[in-house]
């Protein structure tokens, strides 16, 4: 076994099996934590109290492993040899988090760990194993002297564990079998973790007051408190807030502390460098240096602003019984919520109302229209990427005489805000096909000068201001109905495009249309489409998305207040914090695509998601947290 000169194992890279997942009592709600345990392949090592592991499942969506604390270890003797069964306390909170839960008994798990520095055990016990080389929890369980006397001292000690956080500490607590302990646990509502804490003093506190003491942990533990209980240290984890008054009243009262931090990471053993945080001593990796550090040399520095934009202050939740309002006003047309069914990705509505009430989306955007019915594209029209999905459909579809006699009507019996999304493969065809819908009841035109797909037309007018403003006077000049001007990615010269469109008579902009990609059949020796070039979309674009809609809006901004557009966003929406995501950074709506694929509840999840993000929040409405990181 590898260990440092403290006794800490090495990180090595492991296999492991699951033995059980499931969800721990007391956790409120239920069901928001889970109690993971992986039994690792023959000859691992167990791992020191206070490390960590990185988890990823052999079968995963996502890219990184999850750094996660250990809560329990035990060696299980078998006939093949002695194993190692580890026990994790996992917070149901992202994509990542949720994946691990939801594994089952059998799955496999790789595993890089064990990871980080332990806690110390009582007693300047890190000066003693570098002195004596102490190899064993025993020996260092056993070794609580003073260096400098060579006497043996027993004083009690303190630990404090704050929501997740509680899984190191209580981990840690079941090796002082010869030091006693108080422990404190905070939590926002119901309790766990605590089962094997063995504390001469148990002390609960939760913000809902559903147990122990109501409030949080200052509520219980005071400056006098942690005096009068002549602690020799202090061992905590957990919310940073947390670890930051624990530093400032064990440093008042003059007792050391010793606190396990968080930060992201990738890797787990150092090299990233995306885990450094604050230190008197320069910036220290919290996966190498940390996750324990000594609270001495711990800076904490209240987060005021990022990149200038001030953080938001709390708000109140809306009052018990009142909802946000979810509507927007996309061009003088008012839709119910933001959320509509993106072009190309919902064919006219109806294609899904079997699977889910599509009743409840904002708009529905149709299948890109052209005058003449189109084929489409020959060859593989799809093909699947990492976290993507790269398309060559070229705008197959039934063309619009054919459109307004039997697709129209269908769109216009649903509820949703219908949206014909108009191309063409030159001005004159546009045209035409304006001047068709505009003798509709179509509420809204959605000009596609952005398709990657097709040979002509398409992405090639939004590509320039020349072309974009050409497209877009010629089609304004035959339709009175209120006109998106959806542009292409593609363009380098996408915000000053996007301004020339609103000169020339654009009442929305919707952005982005796919991303360009080339994909290669290795096997062959030959591209996977017969165009080369296809359209990319899906999450892996998001960040993207995300920039270039807070660039345009940040442009729009700029203009008087009178030549404002709305900008309906596109690009890898999967979940209602994308969601929230596009629309602090400025966009008023939004267009969900890829996602419906893979989940056809997807936009429901949206609509459901936005309004409970913005009921606990105190949103009242979409426009008071509809870019609020545009800098004012």
């Not at 579809?397 to 006699?405: Q, T």
């Amino acid at each position: 076994m590898f260990k440092d000169c403290q006794g800490v194992p090495y990180p090595v890279f492991a296999k492991g099996v699951v033995s059980e997942c499931s969800p721990i009592v007391g956790a409120v709600p239920f069901g928001s934590v889970y109690s993971l345990k992986v039994l690792l392949e023959a000859g691992s090592q167990e791992p020191a109290a206070g490390q960590f592991y990185m988890l990823h499942a052999v079968c995963s969506d996502v890219l990184l492993g999850r750094p996660i604390s250990v809560f329990h270890s035990e060696v299980l003797s078998e006939e093949e040899g002695k194993r190692v069964e580890l026990t994790f306390l996992i917070l149901l909170k992202g994509k990542g988090t949720k994946e691990l839960c939801s594994l089952d008994f059998g799955d496999l798990i790789n595993l890089i760990g064990p990871c980080g520095n332990r806690f110390p055990m009582p007693q300047s016990v890190v000066e003693c194993a570098r002195s004596v080389c102490i190899e064993t929890t025993e020996e260092l369980n056993n070794g609580g002297f003073d260096t400098a006397s060579g006497l043996l001292n027993h004083r009690k000690v303190l630990l404090i564990g704050g929501g997740i956080g509680v899984a190191p500490v209580a981990g840690f607590a079941e090796t002082l079998t010869n030091v006693s302990y108080d422990f404190y646990a905070s939590f926002k509502s119901g309790s766990y973790g605590l089962e094997n804490v063995k504390a001469e003093k148990l002390i609960i506190t939760t913000d809902d007051g559903s147990v122990g003491v109501h409030g949080m942990l200052p509520a219980a533990l005071t400056e006098d408190v942690l005096r009068e209980g002549n602690y020799s240290a202090v061992y905590a984890c957990g919310p940073t807030p947390m670890l930051a008054y624990i530093q400032k009243i064990c440093q008042t009262v003059g007792v050391k502390c010793w606190l396990s931090m968080e930060a992201h990471m990738a890797c787990g053993v150092g090299v990233c460098l995306g885990c450094v945080i604050d230190t008197t001593e320069g910036k220290k990796r919290c996966c190498k240096e940390g996750p324990v550090f000594d609270g001495d040399i711990l800076i904490f520095k209240p987060v005021t602003e990022v990149a200038g934009i001030k953080v938001q202050p709390r708000r109140e939740p809306l009052a018990e019984g009142q909802e946000p309002d979810l509507s927007v006003d996309i061009g003088g047309v008012r839709l119910p919520n933001p959320v509509i069914g993106s072009s190309g990705t919902f064919g006219f509505g109806v294609e899904y109302k079997t699977l889910f009430d599509v009743n409840r989306l904002g708009g529905i955007s149709s299948k890109g229209l052209t005058l003449e019915p189109r084929q489409g594209n020959d060859g593989i029209r799809l093909h699947e990427t990492p976290a993507g999905l790269m398309n060559s459909i070229g705008l197959q579809n039934p063309g619009i005489p054919h459109f307004i006699e039997h697709e129209l009507p269908q769109m216009m019996a649903l509820k949703p805000v219908a949206i014909a999304n108009l191309s063409g493969s030159s001005i004159e065809t546009y045209v035409e096909g304006a001047k068709l819908l505009d003798t509709t009841e179509v509420p809204l035109i959605e000009l596609n000068i952005s398709c990657p797909n097709v040979s002509a037309g398409g992405a090639a007018f939004g590509m320039t201001c020349v072309g974009a403003e050409q497209a877009v006077r010629a089609v304004r000049a035959v339709t009175k109905k209120p006109l998106i001007v959806k542009l292409t990615p593609q363009s380098h010269e996408l915000t000053q495009v996007a301004l020339s469109c609103i000169e020339a008579g654009a009442d929305a902009i919707s952005l982005c249309n796919s991303f360009q990609g080339i994909a290669i059949d290795i096997e062959r020796g030959v591209p996977v489409f017969d165009k080369l070039k296809a359209g990319f979309g899906g999450p892996a674009v998001r960040p993207i998305a995300v920039r270039l809609i807070y660039e345009v809006v940040e442009a729009i901004n700029k203009l008087p207040a009178d030549k404002r557009v709305p900008v309906i966003a596109i690009g890898g929406i999967a979940t209602w914090e994308d969601a929230v995501e596009f629309i602090m950074a400025g966009a008023s709506a939004l267009q969900v695509g890829t996602a419906t694929f893979a989940n056809p509840y997807t936009m429901v999840e949206v609509i459901d998601g936005l309004a409970a993000f913005m009921k606990r929040k105190g949103y009242h409405n979409i426009e008071e947290m509809r870019g609020l990181i545009q800098k004012k």
